[in-house]
């Protein structure tokens, strides 16, 4: 238990003294006896004993309403705490081939390579309650669907929004790398960390992708590459110009090459994923490997008890002055 403002427990001194001015104020005028001893002979009521506690419940009353004014609180004790914190950027393809339905679990019907994109990304944002994130979804220009955020259900609302096709055509790798380092480039993290998942070969963007790695590497952070795909040849819809589905396969191009070069210049890794799990296993590693420690202050947060307190001296004062109208207040003071 704590006071908000515990000087206001001061005017506790006051309260004697307010009671003692009350007492002497009413004081009445004893009517002269020839002989006290008559007066101490008389039996003394119980009324007149219960009127002695008519000042102590007053005070206590008025006791109580000075606590109240101090403000009681309850709460938590602050703390410090260590705890794990990364700033993250989740750069997402979302270009037409991101549409390929080759990511699949055993026994489940193959879903596309975004649908698992999103479903693995949901899991490693949750599993990274501590840091900041953002994401940019890419095809032939980049696209910032959230800057960096602790807030991460906003976050994951704007995963879900994510679409093929919703940035145009098109795999612009090293635009949309820059962008994840724009964001990244006044961060004051100790780890800075780009994750690029993308399933084709640049060829959209002024910038290319090499030269956004050495700029990553000049700015200490890492890019961790993720290719995404079967090997061979992956199932692809494709809509007919008169309604309905049909499914093609088409070669998964894939530069792997370029992707391991912009991992090891920025003292990374990439990783192939090959299907559902691959890609879930892909996300746990790099959860692994980017922990860092930071402190972390835990300020407390105080519930308010004044109103217990306020409650019960205003009933006794109540009582007081209920008591006060009866035979008890016609006593002698």
């Keep these: 238990m704590t006071l908000g403002h515990p000087w206001f427990l001061l005017l506790l001194l006051l309260v004697p003294l307010v009671e003692w001015l009350r007492i002497r104020a009413s004081a009445r005028l004893v009517v ?59 750069v997402v393809d979302v270009s037409p081939s991101m549409a390929a339905e080759d990511f699949s679990t055993r026994g489940a019907e193959p879903v596309n390579r975004l649908a698992a994109a999103k479903r693995v990304i949901e899991a490693f944002v949750k599993s990274r309650e501590n840091d900041r994130i953002g994401m940019v979804a890419f095809a032939a220009m980049p696209y910032t669907a959230s800057p960096l955020t602790l807030d991460h259900a906003w976050l994951l609302a704007r995963t879900a929004g994510l679409e093929i096709g919703m940035v145009g055509d098109g795999t612009g790798i090293g635009t949309a790398l820059a962008s994840a380092i724009n964001r990244l480039r006044e961060s004051r993290a100790k780890s800075r960390v780009v994750i690029l998942l993308t399933d084709g070969m640049n060829n959209s963007g002024a910038i290319a992708p090499d030269d956004a790695a050495q700029a990553a590497k000049a700015l200490g952070i890492k890019v961790y590459t993720v290719g995404a795909g079967a090997r061979g040849f992956a199932r692809m819809p494709v809509r007919m110009p008169f309604g309905g589905v049909q499914y093609t396969q088409q070669p998964v191009e894939l530069d792997e090459a370029l992707l391991q070069r912009m991992a090891k210049a920025t003292d990374a890794s990439y990783f192939r994923a090959t299907d559902l799990k691959s890609l879930e296993d892909v996300y746990r590693q790099i959860d692994e490997l980017e922990k860092t ?28 002055r209920a008591l006060a109208l009866t035979r008890l207040g016609r006593q002698p003071a």
């Design 32 to 90: 002269p006896f020839s002989d006290g001893a008559v007066l101490r002979a008389l039996p003394v009521s119980w009324a007149v004993r219960a009127h002695a506690l008519m000042p102590w419940i007053r005070g206590l009353g008025l006791a109580l309403l000075v606590v109240a004014l101090a403000r009681p609180q309850k709460g938590l004790d602050e703390s410090v705490v260590r705890t794990e914190a990364v700033d993250i950027v989740l």
């Design 293 to 320: 420690e930071i402190e972390v202050k835990q300020f407390t947060r105080y519930e308010e008890r004044f109103m217990n307190w306020a409650a019960a001296g205003l009933l006794l004062l109540a009582t007081a």
